[in-house]
């Protein structure tokens, strides 16, 4: 095992742990006092809101941190293979569950000071908040096995790239299908257009997990000369996946005909989406399922 590894498992477990803690207290307070918790009457922050700004920033830190570590585990293969995609799955979950947790909140908050409480909001909120102390709870887990790991079993380890390439368009297809659906439900809601702004976190938060694994995957293969990333074979792959996404996009966006939008900015998160999910899929059919044919 390198130092380097050693030093990121260090610091990744050391923000597991300030994170589940920050997590605990914020359960705690909101199901004690969900009032002060979220400071729907003060107009200032007081020492324990302070201290619930400092965890969310923990918390979002050791999200970011904790899955890009997993997309470096992926490099070596073991038998924690499996342990690995089940956490970078709820951990892209948890990640997502961080927005609507801000959503929740604020619902809290607009309905409280109307005097309408509805339950759905809060339960929905204690579900997020329960989803990021799985993924948490989860990580510590996969750390401590890891430190258990002899140096001679990590140096058998090789390096597997190809792994990493091909979860980034699983994420690829993930983050098509949810921008896809978020753009219909605002189309389909009527949602007015000096609204969108609010749901472009949303939008980014789709795309920052593929974006992390494309970035991790780009400086793994920037170490080589660029007639090294690819056989023959992968890169005619990747051109029949570019023609392909080209040919599919066509009647792909006549289906928005009918929907008679005026304005450019949903065809073009629309586009956008539609466009990494048709990708991505073709980049698994060429590499992987035509292989098995």
């Given at each position: 095992?390198?130092?380097?590894n050693?030093?990121?498992?260090?610091?990744?477990?050391?923000?597991?742990?300030?994170?589940?803690?920050?997590?605990?207290?914020?359960?705690?307070?909101?199901?004690?006092?969900?009032?002060?918790?979220?400071?729907?009457?003060?107009?200032?922050?007081?020492?324990?809101?302070?201290?619930?700004?400092?965890?969310y920033?923990?918390?979002?830190?050791?999200?970011?941190?904790?899955?890009?570590?997993?997309?470096t585990?992926?490099?070596?293969?073991?038998?924690?293979?499996?342990?690995?995609?089940?956490?970078?799955?709820?951990?892209i979950?948890?990640?997502?569950?961080?927005?609507?947790?801000?959503?929740?909140?604020?619902?809290?908050?607009k309905?409280?000071?109307?005097?309408?409480?509805?339950?759905?909001?809060?339960?929905?909120?204690?579900?997020?908040?329960?989803?990021?102390?799985?993924?948490?709870?989860?990580?510590i887990?996969?750390?401590?096995?890891?430190?258990?790991?002899?140096?001679?079993?990590?140096?058998?380890?090789?390096?597997?790239?190809?792994?990493?390439?091909?979860?980034?368009?699983?994420?690829?297809?993930?983050?098509?299908?949810?921008?896809?659906?978020?753009?219909?439900?605002?189309?389909?809601?009527?949602?007015?257009?000096?609204?969108?702004?609010?749901?472009?976190p949303?939008?980014?938060?789709?795309?920052?997990?593929?974006?992390?694994?494309?970035?991790?995957?780009?400086?793994?293969?920037?170490?080589?000369?660029?007639?090294?990333?690819?056989?023959?074979?992968?890169?005619?792959?990747?051109?029949?996946?570019?023609?392909?996404?080209?040919?599919?996009?066509?009647?792909?966006?006549?289906?928005?005909?009918?929907?008679?939008?005026?304005?450019?900015?949903?065809?073009?998160?629309?586009?956008?989406?539609?466009?990494?999910?048709?990708?991505?899929?073709?980049?698994?059919?060429?590499?992987?399922?035509?292989?098995?044919?």
């Amino acid at each position: 095992m390198s130092s380097k590894n050693k030093i990121n498992q260090l610091i990744v477990f050391i923000l597991s742990i300030i994170s589940f803690c920050s997590l605990v207290y914020i359960l705690l307070r909101v199901n004690m006092n969900v009032v002060e918790a979220i400071n729907i009457n003060q107009k200032s922050l007081d020492f324990f809101d302070i201290i619930t700004i400092a965890g969310y920033l923990f918390i979002t830190i050791f999200h970011l941190y904790g899955i890009i570590f997993i997309f470096t585990q992926f490099r070596y293969p073991s038998e924690f293979k499996w342990l690995r995609i089940l956490i970078l799955i709820i951990g892209i979950s948890s990640l997502l569950a961080l927005g609507v947790e801000k959503v929740m909140i604020d619902e809290i908050a607009k309905e409280y000071r109307s005097g309408f409480i509805d339950q759905g909001e809060f339960n929905i909120l204690n579900y997020a908040l329960t989803l990021n102390l799985l993924f948490n709870m989860m990580m510590i887990y996969y750390l401590l096995k890891l430190f258990r790991r002899t140096d001679k079993e990590e140096a058998k380890n090789n390096f597997a790239d190809e792994n990493i390439f091909l979860i980034a368009q699983y994420l690829g297809i993930l983050a098509g299908l949810l921008g896809i659906f978020q753009t219909f439900v605002l189309i389909s809601s009527a949602s007015h257009i000096t609204k969108f702004w609010i749901f472009i976190p949303f939008y980014v938060l789709f795309l920052m997990p593929y974006g992390l694994s494309v970035v991790f995957w780009l400086s793994l293969k920037l170490k080589k000369n660029i007639s090294e990333w690819y056989d023959d074979k992968q890169f005619q792959d990747i051109l029949k996946s570019s023609l392909t996404t080209l040919i599919l996009s066509i009647p792909c966006l006549l289906v928005m005909i009918p929907f008679n939008i005026l304005n450019p900015i949903y065809w073009f998160m629309y586009y956008v989406f539609l466009v990494l999910l048709l990708f991505s899929g073709c980049i698994l059919f060429y590499f992987k399922i035509q292989d098995a044919v």
